[in-house]
């Protein structure tokens, strides 16, 4: 078993021992709260991430390090409520400050201790209203879909629908922020390799077009002196 302030030396030491080379090497950590964000201890140990005085504690120890940033779990922050601190407002917060590296979205029924998570557009979170925030925010990290039912009839199905709800709802926020220039690769958003491809092989082709595109020489004008 371990106290909460064994573990938080020992949070220290892992930073101290790590930080030096992530941020030689450019690399970012991503820290995800305990799922769920309950001062319960499991198994003797406490859970550290559980609230957003415990992020705040991390970044002061890793001294403000670009090095450290969030994987911001909607779903941990709709379980934890009161001491994780409201959602939209921590989420802007966090964006503005460029500690999220990912956002993982996730609707749950109810706060601690008794919730069951449900599909995106059910559960007692806004979805719309955080898509909305992200957008505004000009976040410009991953969006994913987190843990989520299962849809009877064949695998993947869940995975699809909430993608698509995804989509739809960038496309919804964009189209009420009219201060925000709207993305034309929403697949960009939803964080797969292959689809981050598309504006690279679309700027290829408009390169190779330019490259065999023989321009028209311009006709000269003749002078035609006027006969007297």
């Known amino acids: 078993a371990y106290t ?26 991503a820290l995800h709260p305990n799922d769920p964000p309950s001062e319960e201890v499991f198994r003797g140990i406490p859970n550290l991430i559980r609230a957003k005085a415990s992020y705040e504690r991390v970044f002061k120890l890793a001294n403000d390090s670009p090095s450290v940033k969030m994987e911001f779990c909607c ?14 407002t921590c989420l802007r917060d966090y ?25 995106l557009d059910e559960g007692y979170g806004d979805i719309f209203e955080i898509v909305r925030s992200i957008v505004e925010k000009g976040y410009k990290g991953t969006i994913i879909l987190d843990h989520t039912p299962e849809l009877t009839g064949g695998l993947g199905l869940e995975t ?7 989509k739809a709802m960038i496309r919804a926020s964009q189209a009420v922020s009219s201060k925000v220039k709207r993305t ?45």
């Open 4 to 29: 909460e302030e064994e573990l938080w030396d020992n949070m220290k030491y892992f930073l101290d021992a790590i930080l030096p080379t992530a941020e030689k090497l450019g690399m970012i950590l």
């Open 160 to 166: 699809a629908f909430c993608a698509g709800y995804i």
């Open 75 to 88: 779903g941990c922050w709709l379980e934890g409520a009161t001491p994780m601190g409201n959602l939209l």
């Open 95 to 119: 964006i503005k400050r460029d500690k999220i590296v990912i956002v993982h979205l996730r609707n749950v029924t109810a706060p601690l201790p008794n919730f069951t998570e449900t599909f």
């Open 184 to 228: 034309q690769d929403l697949t960009l958003c939803l964080g797969k390799k292959e689809s981050r491809a598309t504006l690279a092989i679309k700027a290829k082709k408009e390169k190779a077009k330019a490259r065999f595109f023989i321009q028209k020489p311009k006709s000269k004008s003749k002078k035609v002196s006027a006969s007297k």
